[in-house]
């Protein structure tokens, strides 16, 4: 307990609260069903991520999705920042994907936080994020699997922050990654099978 005293703080529990509602708005659901696309958990692979949405082949709801659920998680890490400090922070922006993924107005069900993990790494540090989003990039432009490319890029991530000699962006950057391979093990068994989808490719349902 007094390794884990510094951390049990008023303003970190208001920066894991505040973050893990925001990370909660489901965008990817609210998008579609504004755009009169219906239930994003109908179609596809049912996550309600940017890359689901672009399987209706609306790019542009897609793109809004994918912006959105991006700048979430940069927004929860930024205004804990300015409010609370840099540690804060750090768990709002945690909290915000862990939301996205278990989201409070889904029964705590939700996408896998690529997109929002990404987001708190650029606003956190941002060369560490735009290093995250050029190797998902780079991975994604070869082998055009969305999945692929999020693995990589997120499990790469804490050796990037610490390279760049943030340690404690590193701490959180490997928690995500973790978090990610977990909530990607059926994506993980299609890439070994075969049996993956690949980017853009729009759903049969």
Same mark, same amino acid.
């Given at each position: 307990?007094?390794?884990?005293?510094? %951390?049990?703080?008023?303003?970190?529990?208001i920066?894991?609260?505040?973050?893990?509602?925001?990370?909660?708005?489901?965008?990817?659901?609210?998008?579609?069903?504004?755009?009169?696309?219906?239930?994003?958990?109908?179609?596809?692979?049912?996550?309600?991520?940017?890359?689901n949405?672009?399987?209706?082949?609306?790019?542009?709801?897609?793109?809004?999705?994918?912006?959105?659920?991006?700048?979430?998680?940069?927004?929860?890490?930024?205004?804990?920042?300015?409010?609370?400090?840099?540690?804060a922070?750090?768990?709002?922006?945690?909290?915000a994907?862990?939301?996205h993924?278990?989201?409070?107005w889904?029964?705590?069900?939700?996408?896998k936080?690529?997109?929002?993990?990404l987001?708190?790494?650029?606003?956190?540090?941002?060369?560490?994020?735009?290093?995250?989003?050029?190797?998902?990039?780079?991975?994604?432009?070869?082998?055009? %699997?969305?999945?692929?490319?999020?693995?990589?890029?997120?499990?790469?991530?804490?050796?990037?922050a610490?390279?760049?000699?943030?340690?404690?962006?590193?701490?959180?950057?490997?928690?995500?990654?973790?978090l990610?391979?977990?909530?990607?093990?059926?994506?993980?068994?299609?890439?070994?099978?075969?049996?993956?989808?690949?980017?853009?490719?729009?759903?049969?349902?």
């Amino acid at each position: 307990m007094e390794t884990l005293s510094p %951390y049990l703080t008023h303003s970190n529990a208001i920066a894991a609260m505040c973050g893990y509602l925001l990370g909660s708005v489901p965008f990817g659901l609210v998008l579609t069903r504004l755009a009169g696309m219906g239930d994003i958990r109908d179609i596809g692979s049912g996550n309600i991520g940017a890359t689901n949405v672009l399987r209706t082949g609306n790019k542009f709801i897609a793109f809004l999705t994918l912006l959105c659920d991006t700048g979430k998680g940069a927004a929860a890490g930024l205004g804990a920042v300015h409010f609370l400090g840099i540690e804060a922070g750090l768990i709002s922006g945690f909290m915000a994907v862990f939301g996205h993924n278990f989201s409070v107005w889904l029964k705590f069900k939700g996408g896998k936080g690529v997109a929002t993990t990404l987001g708190i790494l650029i606003a956190s540090a941002w060369m560490v994020g735009v290093s995250a989003c050029a190797t998902w990039l780079l991975v994604a432009g070869i082998f055009r %699997y969305s999945s692929l490319a999020s693995l990589l890029s997120l499990s790469a991530a804490p050796a990037i922050a610490w390279w760049f000699g943030r340690p404690d962006v590193a701490v959180m950057a490997a928690g995500l990654a973790l978090l990610a391979i977990l909530r990607h093990h059926k994506n993980i068994g299609n890439l070994m099978q075969g049996t993956e989808i690949k980017i853009g490719k729009k759903s049969s349902k």
